[in-house]
């Protein structure tokens, strides 16, 4: 079964930066999009930014500015650079990837800024 990896959580003080790299272990063909999304024990799982084949990128408006997302469709690996942190980042951080939108996810891997 095809699931990407993501790696790169951890724990960081406000205003620090981190950044997440995914991958998938069995190449997938005909990947148009890939995603970060998040989510808390309180908050539904939500968009964090996507990147679309030919580099065309959308952000929620909470991390615009401070959230870098690129890709290679072609290795299917996509990374997330998230600079000046805050303690609202603290979340579970899932990677997804797909021909037309999120079809294949990742476990997870956890975030923590701390104030």
């Known amino acids: 079964q095809v699931q990407p990896l993501e790696s790169g959580g951890g724990f960081v003080q406000a205003w620090g930066f981190l950044s997440l790299f995914c991958a998938v272990s069995v190449r997938i063909f005909s990947i148009n999009y890939m995603g970060w999304y998040r989510q808390t024990p309180v908050k539904q799982r939500e968009l964090v930014a996507f990147?679309?084949?030919?580099?065309?990128?959308n952000y929620a408006d909470s991390v615009k500015g401070r959230f870098t997302i690129s890709g290679d469709n072609a290795k299917n690996t996509v990374y997330l650079q998230m600079n000046s942190l805050k303690p609202e980042d603290t979340a579970v951080y899932y990677c997804c990837m797909g021909q037309l939108g999120p079809t294949y996810w990742g476990q997870g891997t956890q975030v923590t800024v701390s104030s």
């Open positions: 990147i679309i084949r030919g580099g065309s990128t």
